[in-house]
């Protein structure tokens, strides 16, 4: 026990004393009476769940309540949320949500700072249907290389819609179906749509015209009969492709007369073209027989005789075989071998026209007579062609 101030003699004032409070100290006597402590024990609360307590007189101690459960506090982990107080501990919360929405980001929580969002790379869409691997860049999603939408149809026009992606629109662009036994394919509905069949007539009585769709024309060789126009042969038949005469007929070409020889070209086996050069020649004299017997194979070869001698050029012509004979309408045309001015194996052709009788006669065209001698390989040694000037030419 402490000295006490009211003695049966009091003690002076501001005599220490002791009051027997342990929650207080430093008290003086004051009129008998141990008060003015100098020191009183103040309680505080030892965390966020207690609350401040009260002092105990006889220990000194204070007391430590707690919070009612339920408190708010803080754990200090940036982490949680909602942190409460349970039985004078301070329990964190549920996780705060720290998804950003952002796929290009990788969501986490630092204890010490909270949500953490980091850059990726990982696949993204970025909403535009005309790119594709699309991936994570800085944050943000990056469209990749456009799709393929070619669908490989030519009669669709290929794009892409950002919305929906590839679109493809019905054309109608030319095209092929596959079928060579069709023209102008065109493009119908999304389809490629033959057109119509190829002309196959390859004007030739002796072919047989198809179409195969893998190959398109087929020209088939067949033994029709059919017309060589060749006065010559008889009768004719399709052998190879071509028109052939099976054996001889009977035809003649007897001619004699007069030509003024012209220079220049003569084409054709019928009525000749003759063009006038500047410098005619002197008169030429010719005669000539050439016939076939009917019958014979077609390979006969004809008998005959020619004689020509273009007196301004000093050139003389006598055959001395006579090889083919060919007539058609009022044309005939024959070949064979021949001496030129003596030298023997020069190679002839005449084209002889029988324009009516009289020979010469203008009005109803004339007879016409050309010869030309070959020397080398088919090169043209001598020409000459005209109308006769007298005579007279017969095809039979």
Known sequence: MGLRCNCSVPLPNSTPCNDNDACTSGETCQNGTCRNPTSTVTCTA????????????????????????????????????????????????????????????????????????????????????????????????????APNCDDGNVCTTDSCDPATGCVHTNNTAPCSDGNACTTNDTCSGGTCVGGPPPSCDDHNVCTTDSCNPASGCTHMNNTLPCDDANACTFPDACSGGECTGVTTAACKGTGGGFI??????????????????????????????????????????????????????????????????IIIGTDAMFTGMAQVNGEPGKRFEVEAHDGGEPGSEPVTGPDTFSITIFQGNDDIGYLAAGPLIGGNIQIH
């Open 46 to 145: 030892s965390d966020q769940c207690h609350k401040a307590g009260t002092c105990d007189a006889a220990t000194g101690m204070c007391s430590n309540p707690t919070k009612p459960n339920g408190s708010g506090c803080n754990d200090n982990n940036a982490c949680t949320t909602n942190d409460a107080c349970s039985n004078g501990t301070c329990v964190g919360g549920p996780p705060p949500s720290c998804d950003d929405h952002n796929v290009c980001t990788t969501d986490s929580c630092n204890p010490a700072t909270g949500c953490v969002h980091t850059n990726n790379t990982a696949p993204c869409s970025d909403g535009d249907a005309c790119t594709t691997n699309d991936t994570c860049s800085g944050g943000t999603c990056v469209g990749g290389p």
């Open 260 to 325: 003024n020889p012209l220079t220049g070209e003569v084409s054709g086996t019928a009525t000749l073209l003759i063009e006038r050069g500047s410098d005619p020649g002197g008169k030429a004299n010719f005669g000539f027989v050439v016939q076939l017997s009917g019958g014979q194979v077609v390979t006969t070869a004809p008998t005959g005789n020619l004689t020509y001698i273009d007196h301004g050029a000093g050139v003389s012509v006598k055959a001395t075989s006579v090889d083919s004979l």
